[in-house]
């Protein structure tokens, strides 16, 4: 058995830290790395500050199998994501030609010095193909730099998602029941020890009359992780509540 | 001049990971934090894993003036945000009298022992109340660590707001027009150049026919940001572009 493959997500952008715009991406690529084998381990939200992503891009590169960065490869002062890249690699910047062929497509007459930093890239970087407003992204080792608005990100994804190596995708299974947590703990420990191999969360909703608990289990084992949200659903009953296979806060945002 | 304090927000919590659950967290934490004067200089989402509580928080506390934490206070086996914490200043756990009544009070005759473990805390952490469901957060030091469903964290965080020193408000005001993002590059470096003191971030929407960039600036300077910003105004005019005061991805996911 080869060990998982991990993930790590860099959100760059000060719009994100001063609350003004609400991070997407991180949600996007959670499911969609899960999905393939790849779970996302942690996530860091930085500001547009070249130290700050080398020392995080650096760290994170040595760490996990694929790090995905999200924002500042505009053509604007701001961002400055592809020059602190090639600082945290420690390579120069230079015209990447292919970007260069995009970008000119792209824009016709209207290409000016400002879109065209946009094909100034690490040496050595890989492009990641742009299928909505052209300017690229780019690959340097493990690290992938994608845009930051959603729509652009996704697609860039989707388009490289093929070449990463993911291991057995990450199954989940929810159980839920109008039980409040405190009254199930106990047996819920039990359960989560006697299936170390399932990772067994446990998420209060609701509030007064709607109460009740979502159990979510997650493992590459199918088998045990039916076995062990099976158990989960068996103390609801043993409880007097009817667990359903509804996960009621999927997707929500609290 | 002191310097401007600065904050941290760690979310503990799998479900973030897994993309599972949107956090709102940090949106509330960042607009709220900015508004009294403590701007969110970084922010981490990390598992319900000790040894990576235990370092991020380290980290953090050591270089940040305040710290926040979200998730992870709960009675079940999943949650260990308090024990951790507790690793982390290298300080013993054990039971709250405070806490210990406060949970007596709001469950009585269901208080059991996984309830109670809500009132095992770090030595010397004083109470964060929780209005809404009453097992409390607490803070050690400057480290806030407080519950992750988003109106339990909020009501925690409006109740400790007034405890924290912050420096002067951070003032935002936005301009946006329907330009495209390379049209201003060249302008707007030069205002960022003349605004050292500003902040100003370049943030494009939508696409095809509604196409256009909102220039965000930040600073605790109102005369220095009305300059700049004035002068971002005169730039879209001067392409041709009547501008708005208005920011339309404002609390937007997009």
């Known amino acids: 058995m080869?060990?998982?493959?991990?993930?790590?997500?860099?959100?760059?952008?000060n719009e994100i830290l001063s609350g003004r715009i609400k991070d997407q991406n991180l949600?996007?690529?959670?499911k969609a790395l899960s999905a393939i084998g790849v779970p996302v381990r942690a996530a860091h939200v930085i500001p547009d500050i070249?130290?700050?992503i080398v020392a995080t891009v650096n760290a994170a590169r040595a760490r996990y199998t694929y790090v995905f960065t999200t924002g500042g490869i505009g053509p604007t002062h701001d961002d400055i994501t592809a020059?602190?890249?090639a600082a945290a690699f420690g390579v120069p910047m230079g015209r990447h030609p292919g970007a260069e062929r995009i970008l000119e497509a792209y824009y016709g007459e209207t290409l000016n010095s400002a879109r065209l930093r946009m094909a100034d890239l690490p040496t050595g970087a890989d492009l990641i193909l742009n299928p909505v407003s052209a300017a690229p992204g780019f690959r340097l080792e493990n690290v992938h730099v994608m845009a930051g608005v959603p729509?652009?990100?996704?697609a860039m994804f989707d388009g490289i998602a093929h070449t990463l190596s993911g291991g057995p995708p990450v199954l989940s299974r929810a159980v839920t029941a109008a039980a409040r947590e405190g009254d199930i703990a106990e047996?819920?420990?039990?359960?989560q020890a006697a299936h170390p191999g399932v990772d067994i969360g446990s998420y209060p909703f609701?509030?007064?009359?709607?109460?009740?608990?979502?159990?979510?289990?997650r493992s590459t084992d199918r088998a045990d992780l039916d076995a062990a949200m099976d158990k989960v659903a068996a103390m609801f009953r043993n409880l007097g509540h009817a667990p359903s296979d509804t996960d009621p806060m999927a997707g929500m945002q609290e």
Do not use: D, F, H
């Open 2 to 13: 080869t060990a998982q493959p991990t993930a790590c997500v860099i959100v760059i952008g």
């Open 27 to 30: 949600p996007y690529l959670a």
């Open 50 to 52: 070249e130290a700050e």
């Open 83 to 85: 020059a602190s890249i």
């Open 151 to 154: 729509r652009i990100m996704q």
């Open 187 to 191: 047996a819920l420990t039990a359960i």
């Open 206 to 217: 609701g509030l007064g009359e709607s109460i009740g608990t979502c159990i979510v289990g």
